[in-house]
């Protein structure tokens, strides 16, 4: 079974760029979710999918997150304009639902510098 | 969610025992204990879960406490391939899935 793949793993840009992170969750997984990861700490969620729609988004920085599951399957994190303080890895995750008891599957992670 | 409190470092011998300790002092009765790794610049992993049994799986052992408010991550025979970090996290059946991280245990094995 494939695993949560994601692309870029390393991208690296200047503050006030843009940059866009790619999930692609397991087949049949209907639940995404995307952390960030600033180095030394443990994973903080940013948004909840489920489907194409958004479960929680509470910790997502609006004015220059956004996040998106078109069709119900793969996702986009985007970032614009980016500040210092983004650098951390992306890391996307999927399970199969939203039960408490159901293991959530990590992809390797995008890691970000910001510049 | 209800937080936990684990050690920030342990040390163990390759081969031996390893028990990972966690409290969870304000667990509610919809909460399910799970543990996850995370290795060198890699993702977390799944390692086990349960909510008031004990419970065995081919990677490691999770022992709850009858009152539920703490539980032990054991693994039974440390490699130095288990060198991660290890995250107690408490999951609201109710509350959709999201897991809330805190610091985790870095284990550190010895050759």
């Known amino acids: 079974e494939a695993g949560v793949a994601q692309s870029p793993r390393y991208k690296i840009i200047e503050k006030r760029q843009s940059v866009a992170f790619w999930c692609n969750p397991i087949?049949?997984?209907?639940?995404l979710y995307w952390y960030q990861q600033i180095l030394g700490q443990g994973p903080k969620l940013l948004i909840q999918f489920q489907n194409n729609g958004v479960v929680d988004d509470s910790q997502l920085p609006k004015d220059r997150f956004s996040a998106e599951r078109l069709k119900g399957v793969d996702s986009t994190l985007k970032i614009q304009p980016a500040k210092l303080e983004d650098s951390a890895v992306y890391l996307c995750?999927?399970?199969?639902?939203?039960?408490?008891?159901?293991?959530?599957?990590f992809g390797p992670g995008t890691r970000l510098t910001v510049l | 969610d209800a937080k936990t409190t684990q050690p920030n470092s342990m040390e163990s011998n390759e081969e031996e025992p390893v028990h990972l300790p966690c409290n969870h002092s304000t667990i509610s009765g919809t909460d399910y204990i799970h543990w996850y790794r995370q290795l060198p610049s890699q993702g977390p992993e799944y390692v086990i879960h349960g909510l008031t049994s004990n419970v065995n799986n081919r990677m490691a052992s999770l022992a709850i406490a009858e009152d539920r408010k703490s539980s032990t991550l054991i693994l039974h025979r440390a490699t130095l391939r288990d060198a991660a970090v290890y995250y107690c996290i408490l999951r609201d059946n109710n509350a959709g899935n999201m897991l809330t991280f805190g610091g985790g245990t870095r284990l550190m094995v010895k050759p």
């Open positions: 995750a999927s399970s199969f639902s939203t039960s408490g008891g159901v293991e959530q599957f």
């Open positions: 087949s049949g997984h209907a639940t």
